[in-house]
């Protein structure tokens, strides 16, 4: 690695002394995020670094941020513990919901293996803490983490470390090119970097100042979402005729157009059931209250979608899977206002045909991908937004056979890189620093 520049050097003291002068407050800041949900109040010890246990023998860090990046990162874990059966796992995460998310898709073999952690705010001592305890052989950061004191920390201390399906945006690149120095010291501490696309490998490069590789993607390695097979045959039962679609990991600003287009479709389609999934499960009875003159349940309630509902809030977590299954067709949220979009492929995978807003710029080159198989159809935002919406919608309902083909299309994108895990198991393995 080459040793970072004069100015490299004063901004890292910078963000380490910034980050020290503001810890004292940042208590503060936790117990606000818990009375949002957002926090878990009693292992709040964890984001200062503390509660470590660390197992006997070789441990792999992996930091995946939110719900995404951890469900990619099941298949490398799995793939991992394959090739080397003595390995433990650490896992860090930074939202509640991911950590949920992982309990839940753990597989049984892997689970006594694996424990989550919350990742310590970026304070000097905290993370110092944090690795001081857990004495990771092996660091994995998945797709864009990069937090300075960490990784100087973690560099310090001789870990080694990989930045896997590693992301840059171009308004990142563009926000990291005003400190090149800063940008290719902290990306220098990295072994290996390898990038999911050619374009965010052509950023990577260009702040690092040397190749960098474009594997693939990891997401696309991801399993299919599970579904609990009785609740599915139920919930098929009770809603046996009725036309389904559902709006995936909404945000606000599009459930008003979702529910706009329900009573754009519902004259034209008796007995017609909106699910809609928010993004964040505690939105739901905000939604309920947009619904209005819509009758609507929500399943964080306890309630049932029967046969007098129209809109239903599936207000929960980890059961998305289950609502791929029963829809004929799901619009996937964040594309309808500027967030950027939620994956597709996990829709793909279960053959579910799929709407996608212009906002999606999370994934273009997936959405590239799919657009060129024709197995997706982009739907307008602004005024007219649930006409289109309901016109899309309404097109498949009416045409089982075009749905059939176009989520067949997609289904087979999304498996092409199954070997992918695998692969990236095999070069992370001779990085894990031998036992000790």
């Known amino acids: 690695m080459t040793p970072p520049g004069p100015s490299a050097r004063i901004l890292a003291a910078a963000w380490a002394l910034l980050a020290s002068l503001l810890a004292p407050l940042l208590p503060f800041y936790l117990r606000r995020r818990v009375a949002k949900g957002k926090e878990i109040a009693e292992r709040l010890g964890e984001r200062q670094g503390h509660g470590a246990a660390r197992p006997p023998g070789r441990l792999v860090w992996c930091h995946a941020a939110s719900n995404g990046e951890t469900l990619s990162l099941l298949p490398l874990l799995e793939a991992l513990a394959r090739q080397d059966a003595s390995l433990s796992f650490l896992v860090t995460t930074g939202t509640v919901t991911s950590a949920r998310l992982l309990e839940q898709r753990l597989s049984p073999e892997l689970a006594p293996r694996t424990q989550h952690r919350f990742l310590p705010l970026d304070v000097p001592r905290w993370v110092a803490r944090f690795l001081e305890g857990w004495r990771p052989d092996l660091a994995v950061i998945v797709e864009s983490e990069l937090w300075p004191n960490m990784l100087a920390a973690a560099g310090r201390r001789g870990v080694p470390m990989a930045l896997i399906n590693a992301r840059m945006s171009a308004r990142s690149a563009r926000g990291w090119a005003w400190a090149p120095g800063f940008a290719r010291g902290l990306l220098g501490r990295f072994q290996v970097i390898l990038a999911q696309t050619e374009a965010d490998a052509a950023r990577f490069a260009a702040l690092a100042g040397y190749p960098v ?7 696309y390695a991801a399993p299919p979402l599970p579904a609990d097979p009785a609740e599915l045959a139920r919930l098929q039962a009770a809603w046996a005729g009725r036309p389904v679609w559902l709006a995936a990991s909404t945000h606000p600003g599009e459930d008003e157009i979702i529910l706009s287009a329900h ?12 699910i809609i999934v928010p993004r964040h499960p505690p939105r739901g009875p905000d939604i309920a ?22 809109v239903y809030i599936a ?12 829809a004929r067709v799901a619009l996937i949220g964040g594309s309808l206002v500027p967030h950027g979009g939620q994956n597709p492929l996990e829709a793909a995978r279960l053959g579910c045909p799929i709407l996608i807003g212009p906002h999606h710029f999370n994934f273009s080159e997936i959405i590239t991908r799919l657009r060129a198989a024709d197995a997706l159809v ?22 089982p056979a075009a749905a059939e083909a176009m989520s067949a299309a997609a289904g087979a994108l999304a498996q092409d890189q199954a070997g992918l895990p695998g692969r990236l198991a095999t070069s992370l393995l001779p990085l894990i620093r031998p036992a000790r």
């Open 213 to 219: 590789p474009c594997w693939g993607n990891l997401k």
């Open 378 to 399: 982009e739907t307008p935002d602004g005024p007219g937004a649930a006409e289109a919406l309901a016109q899309h919608i309404a097109r498949f309902l009416a045409d």
């Open 315 to 326: 207000d929960t977590l980890g059961e998305l899977g289950l609502f791929y299954r029963l």
């Open 289 to 310: 209250g947009l619904a209005q003159d819509l009758p609507a349940a929500r399943r964080g309630a306890g309630q049932e979608a029967g046969p007098g509902v129209a």
């Open 263 to 274: 009573r754009l479709l519902a004259p034209g389609h008796p007995g017609l059931l909106t």
